[in-house]
């Protein structure tokens, strides 16, 4: 199917800096027939062409994902709210007049890895930032209706094919032959979604660019697969809306009402059961060896960090706190810094975190891992790409080694192993970096 790309030229930059006009990208929307978000609109993404064309990073934007009719319609109804959602996570209709009003990326800044800052090893290299609207990190590959296991769904899941799709457009009509390195990362949902397509966009590379120097780079999407330590209970948070649906056996979806204000038999409440019903609803496509390794009812583990990671076979670079904050406010770790059981609950999940990235690394030479202990989610989106420091590297300078085959091999595994909650002795200036003391 031979791409038709409806292209946006972006006006003036606005006074707003760091979003895509000042930045000088423009939007390109795709005209393919299964290349489209949950509700059918276009696939999107924005490029700025660098001044070195032989240098390429695609960014995966992230924002969570769904996993059945009522989280999906839960976070439909969130994202039609422009007035406090600049982002559209379902859809690219609106995604134009919002780029023009707010000069973001669907809803974000970028201070990192789509600037040309001089610090940024990517700064002169054409930089893609790809719209997340499939609900899917990035992986789906099934079209609205009938479901193999009954009912229906009016929603599209087609993430993978968005993906293809993007870089078969970047091939045709931006060069992307001309590529000696390319970077393939993401952060959060994009993070899993590096992971679920890092050896899949090689081998889609190798018939366009063969000789490419190639990274992936998952950035918070390293999650894991544990019990929280409490679960959500405030209706009002979107996130605790998307999952309050609750086992038909237990009555109406969306009741409050369960013993502790929060049902553990509700669909998706956990991160694990959410990637288990999410594999099912979108038919996803994860990581091929990985699934190969896990088999048909055990796939959905290969959304999951701690799982997936040793089978990626290109080289990859994680970046990945050990505190991280979104699983810290999933996994009910967030308020560490006043209540004793939460601090408890962080330093566990600190070391477990350790854990499974030391057994990662232990038979994967191609895998490297980048885990300061700040408690904050994502590394690549802002200065703290290059400024944030465990033991001598930055995220940052660990990329450009990886990149630059002069330079001596990096570490596999540059982890903080300060003592405390967060801290990062060697960083300065980053609050989530500080340690606080237990509370009483």
Not at 174 to 199: K, P, R
Not at 348 to 360: D, E, H, L, N, V
């Amino acid at each position: 199917q031979q791409l038709r790309p409806i292209r946006v030229a972006t006006p003036a930059p606005p006074t707003s800096p760091d979003g895509p006009l000042s930045l000088g990208f423009d939007l390109t929307f795709l005209s393919h027939p299964t290349a489209v978000c949950n509700d059918g609109s276009p696939a999107a993404y924005y490029i700025h062409k660098g001044t070195d064309p032989t240098r390429w990073v695609v960014h995966m934007q992230g924002g969570w994902w769904c996993w059945d009719q009522y989280s999906c319609q839960v976070r439909w109804d969130h994202f039609a709210n422009h007035t406090t959602e600049y982002r559209t996570l379902m859809s690219t209709k609106d995604l134009e007049s919002l780029t023009q009003k707010h000069d973001t990326f669907n809803g974000e800044k970028n201070t990192g890895i789509m600037t040309e800052d001089p610090s940024n090893p990517m700064a002169n290299a054409t930089k893609v930032f790809l719209v997340y609207c499939s609900s899917d990190a990035h992986a789906g590959n099934r079209s609205a209706g009938p479901l193999p296991r009954g009912g229906s769904t009016q929603w599209h899941f087609r993430g993978k094919e968005i993906v293809a799709a993007v870089v078969a457009d970047l091939a045709m009509h931006h060069g992307l032959a001309d590529a000696a390195q390319f970077v393939l990362t993401g952060g959060s949902a994009g993070g899993m979604a590096t992971i679920n397509n890092a050896d899949y966009v090689h081998g889609l590379l190798q018939s366009i660019t063969p000789a490419v120097k190639y990274v992936a780079m998952p950035d918070s999407g390293y999650f894991l697969d544990v019990s929280p330590g409490q679960m959500c209970s405030l209706p009002d948070r979107y996130e605790c809306a998307c999952a309050a649906g609750t086992d038909p056996a237990m009555g109406e979806a969306g009741t409050w009402t369960q013993p502790g204000g929060h049902s553990w038999l509700g669909r998706g409440q956990t991160l694990a059961q959410q990637v288990q019903a999410m594999a099912i609803l979108s038919e996803g496509v994860v990581d091929a060896s990985c699934a190969s390794h896990f088999g048909k009812y055990g796939v959905w583990r290969c959304y999951l960090g701690q799982y997936a990671a040793p089978f990626i076979k290109v080289t990859s670079l994680f970046l990945q706190n050990q505190i991280d904050e979104w699983q810290g406010f999933w996994n009910g770790f967030s308020n560490y810094t006043a209540d004793p059981a939460a601090y408890e609950y962080a330093d566990w999940f600190r070391y477990t975190t350790q854990g499974t990235m030391r057994a990662a690394i232990a038979t994967s030479p191609q895998l490297h891992i980048f885990s300061p202990n700040c408690y904050h989610h994502g590394l690549s989106y802002d200065n703290i790409f290059w400024q944030v420091t465990v033991n001598g590297w930055t995220s940052g300078g660990l990329l450009r080694a990886l990149l630059d085959e002069t330079h001596p091999a990096p570490p596999q595994l540059v982890l903080d192993e300060c003592l405390g909650i967060p801290c990062s002795p060697q960083t300065v200036g980053h609050a989530d970096c500080v340690t606080v003391p237990p509370p009483q």
